[in-house]
């Protein structure tokens, strides 16, 4: 590292010649000849001056988006590729496979959820239908009965035990009738053990025979005393009764099993997310499908700085294939020192001389973590960004030099002339006297070429360019003239 300042002068320096033996030996009383400057307005600038690797500022690596063959690559370390060229195909048969198996899961699972939603909604116009019947027999039975008491209270008496009976008796065969209809319905469920259904079986005939002897003993009750009319009136009410109990209790069995082949919400809700669950299973397959099919292309201008994957290799989604570096967007790296590193801001202008080529550039990045280099020293990492450096080979090594301050129409000496102590800036000038004097003046910005006057010293003064010592203070001395 070299820390110099770059100065342009807008006022010339001038310099007084060298003396001569002919002239010290005309004017032995005038002391020694010194070498003089003016101090003088110009425009001056610090830098710094450091040598770094070239890079690029943007920086991609490219990660597989589906897991698959790599058929083909087009690219390998150091290659350098154009916006939008095919830098790696996939292999697609497996993806192309999965999307029409996927198309195909969708439509089943379509027709399948449709199927069975079908079948329930015809099974809810069947069971509501049943619902009303069962209502129907239902009151219509009670209006036969009521019908049936028509006899008079006097018959009553007399009537009454041989009534109670029938009435217990059609009541057991209409429980029993219930019953076979309910063990029926139960047999057509499809995941009865064979010792269930046998069971089942088993009850039903012990039903019917339990309804056979009912029925053979309600024939046997003696017949009401009723007039031939009452008689006819009865018979029409008790075959209605029956043709009621017999068309109800079928209603009932048909009701139970409509009601079993109904789907509730959640089982519709069900079937619907399956079809939904299919339709995504499909999109995915088509997108992957469809990443597979364009590969993967260039984004931008660059150089291949690494490659990771071989054509016949499998690559796994998320797994790195190569990484890219911009050539639109080259670099200078430097690393500057803990004493320097206060004076880099981003934005500072910047010079880098690379390949025999001067570019110029701007400082875009100050890292904020320092490393150690080889030499055991820490250091902070700056980017420099190139101007129109597309043309230059990453890893290359190029000079840069960083302006760290610019000022313009403020005095200048020459550097030359500058000194320093513990107490302060000073230079040596000719006085009035004609004697040598020591002069403290503030210094701002200090170059190799020139050093920044703030204060104590004016436009026009000369001061003492060769080496002088405070020994020499208060002798004799001139300027020398060329």
């Given at each position: 590292m070299s820390l110099?300042?770059?100065?342009?002068?807008?006022?010339?320096?001038?310099?007084?010649?060298?003396?001569?033996?002919?002239?010290?030996?005309?004017?032995?009383?005038?002391?020694?000849?010194?070498?003089?400057?003016k101090i003088y307005l110009g425009s001056i600038a610090g830098s710094i001056e450091e040598t770094g690797s070239i890079g690029s500022d943007e920086e991609y690596t490219y990660f597989a988006g589906v897991t698959a063959p790599v058929a083909s690559i087009a690219i390998e370390e150091?290659?350098?590729?154009?916006?939008?060229?095919?830098?790696?195909?996939?292999?697609?048969?497996?993806?192309?496979?999965?999307a029409e198996h996927a198309a195909l899961t969708r439509v089943q699972s379509e027709d399948t959820s449709k199927g069975k939603i079908g079948k329930s909604d015809s099974y809810q116009a069947k069971y509501n239908k049943a619902v009303d019947d069962d209502n129907t027999y239902a009151v219509l039975y009670w209006w036969q009965r009521e019908a049936s008491d028509y006899i008079s209270e006097d018959q009553y008496q007399e009537n009454w035990n041989t009534e109670k009976r029938a009435t217990e008796l059609n009541t057991c065969i209409a429980s029993k009738n219930q019953q076979i209809a309910e063990k029926s319905t139960k047999l057509l469920d499809g995941g009865l053990s064979d010792e269930d259904r046998q069971q089942l079986e088993k009850d039903i005939s012990g039903l019917k025979e339990d309804i056979a002897r009912a029925q053979v003993e309600l024939a046997a009750l003696?017949?009401?005393?009723?007039?031939?009319?009452?008689?006819?009136?009865?018979?029409?009410?008790?075959?209605?009764?029956?043709?009621?109990?017999?068309?109800?209790?079928?209603?009932?069995?048909?009701?139970?099993?409509?009601?079993?082949?109904?789907?509730?919400?959640?089982?519709?809700?069900?079937?619907?997310?399956?079809?939904?669950?299919?339709?995504?299973?499909?999109?995915?397959?088509?997108?992957?499908?469809?990443?597979?099919?364009?590969?993967?292309?260039?984004?931008?201008?660059?150089?291949?700085?690494s490659c990771h994957v071989k054509a016949g290799s499998v690559a796994s989604k998320g797994d790195p294939l190569f990484t890219i570096v911009s050539r639109d967007d080259m670099k200078v790296t430097?690393?500057?020192?803990?004493?320097?590193?206060?004076?880099?801001?981003?934005?500072?202008?910047?010079?880098?001389?690379?390949?025999?080529?001067?570019?110029?550039?701007?400082?875009?990045?100050?890292?904020?973590?320092?490393?150690?280099?080889?030499?055991?020293?820490?250091?902070?990492?700056?980017?420099?960004?190139?101007?129109?450096?597309?043309?230059?080979?990453?890893?290359?090594?190029?000079?840069?030099?960083?302006?760290?301050?610019?000022?313009?129409?403020?005095?200048?000496?020459?550097?030359?002339?500058?000194?320093?102590?513990?107490?302060?800036?000073?230079?040596?000038?000719?006085?009035?006297?004609?004697?040598?004097e020591k002069k403290y003046f503030t210094a701002g910005i200090v170059s190799g070429d020139a050093v920044e006057v703030i204060d104590g010293l004016t436009a026009g003064m000369s001061v003492i360019t060769d080496a002088v010592t405070d020994e020499q203070i208060g002798e004799k001395a001139f300027e020398a003239v060329h």
């Open positions: 110099r300042t770059v100065v342009r002068v807008t006022l010339p320096i001038i310099a007084l010649g060298a003396s001569t033996f002919a002239l010290m030996a005309f004017f032995p009383g005038r002391g020694k000849e010194h070498e003089t400057g150091g290659d350098e590729v154009r916006f939008g060229e095919k830098l790696l195909e996939y292999d697609v048969e497996d993806f192309e496979r999965n003696p017949q009401l005393a009723l007039t031939p009319e009452e008689y006819r009136l009865n018979n029409d009410v008790s075959n209605m009764m029956e043709d009621i109990s017999r068309n109800w209790n079928e209603t009932k069995t048909n009701k139970a099993k409509y009601e079993e082949g109904v789907l509730n919400s959640g089982e519709k809700a069900a079937l619907l997310d399956q079809v939904e669950i299919a339709k995504e299973q499909e999109s995915y397959a088509r997108i992957d499908l469809e990443k597979a099919r364009q590969g993967i292309t260039s984004d931008f201008n660059g150089i291949v700085t430097v690393m500057i020192s803990k004493y320097d590193i206060s004076s880099i801001a981003v934005g500072q202008r910047a010079e880098i001389d690379a390949s025999g080529t001067r570019y110029i550039g701007k400082v875009s990045k100050i890292r904020q973590i320092a490393v150690t280099d080889s030499s055991d020293k820490s250091k902070v990492a700056v980017d420099v960004k190139i101007e129109g450096g597309r043309g230059l080979i990453l890893g290359l090594e190029a000079d840069v030099t960083i302006y760290t301050d610019e000022k313009a129409d403020v005095l200048l000496m020459p550097y030359q002339a500058f000194y320093s102590d513990d107490d302060g800036e000073y230079c040596y000038i000719i006085n009035d006297e004609g004697r040598i």
